[in-house]
């Protein structure tokens, strides 16, 4: 079955640092899609980026930047220098086998001044 | 595009009352997602449809909820009767196909009293 995990419940750091939010899947297809949103306090969800099972490489987007390794089943995200307004939840999720998205539970990063 | 739309923003309602939500996705997807979101149990898949048909409403938590798209561009999620439990954001998904990137709206913020 499908499943994705994000151990991090909450994580606080303060502004410039760097954070790296963990997320680890499980999937018997060897064709399968990654994503990551992004859930201001706002409460929109707003999509950030899609992977497929494929490609491998390392993707960056100004600050943002994704480590996707199948050897780990893992597919990380990392925010350089991190702002105020980074603060929000980072929900990761896998579609699979023409299924619907299953997401995490979701980080909260709290980035202080 | 507009995006995906949904209406209500906000809803308060007494128990045992019908609740109607809409959804318009955005023109040119073929699926339509609804998802729940509480605390408790994170963000739920409730129901999706593809061109019209329902494929998928295991999720859908009991009877008393009924998903239908009757065209293209709409869609509801009807609560009857609503119970205190159901309060939750609920939120609209659409995609060109299933396994590509899903856009949502700015959800429906329920409150049965």
């Known amino acids: 079955a499908q499943k994705v995990t994000q151990a991090q419940t909450e994580i606080s750091v303060v502004e410039k640092e760097d954070v790296t939010l963990d997320c680890v899947y499980e999937?018997?297809?060897?064709?399968?899609?990654l994503f990551w949103y992004k859930q201001p306090p706002s409460g929109e969800l707003v999509f950030l980026i899609r992977?497929?099972?494929?490609?491998?490489q390392n993707e960056i987007s100004g600050r943002y930047s994704w480590n996707f390794q199948k050897s780990t089943s893992s597919f990380n995200f990392t925010i350089t220098a991190s702002q105020v307004v980074d603060s929000a939840v980072y929900f990761c999720?896998?579609?699979?086998?023409?299924?619907?998205?299953?997401f995490g539970s979701g980080t909260r990063l709290q980035v202080q001044p | 595009d507009a995006g995906v739309i949904q209406s209500p923003r906000h809803e308060v309602t007494e128990m045992g009352q019908e609740v109607t939500l809409r959804c318009k996705p955005i023109?040119?997807?073929?699926?339509l997602f609804w998802y729940r979101q509480t605390m408790m149990r994170g963000l739920e898949l409730l129901i999706y449809?593809?061109?019209?048909?329902?494929?998928?409403d295991s999720g859908m938590p009991e009877d008393r909820f009924s998903a239908k798209m009757p065209n293209a561009s709409f869609s509801t999620l009807k609560i009857q009767p609503s119970e205190p439990r159901d309060s939750a954001v609920y939120f609209c998904?659409?995609?060109?196909?299933?396994?590509?990137?899903?856009?949502f709206g700015p959800g429906t913020r329920l409150l049965v009293l």
């Open positions: 992977r497929n099972s494929f490609d491998e």
């Open positions: 999720a896998l579609s699979d086998d023409g299924r619907a998205l299953t």
């Open positions: 449809f593809n061109n019209n048909v329902p494929i998928d």
């Open positions: 999937t018997r297809d060897t064709t399968y899609y």
């Open positions: 023109s040119g997807h073929d699926y």
């Open positions: 998904a659409s995609s060109r196909l299933v396994e590509e990137t899903q856009y």
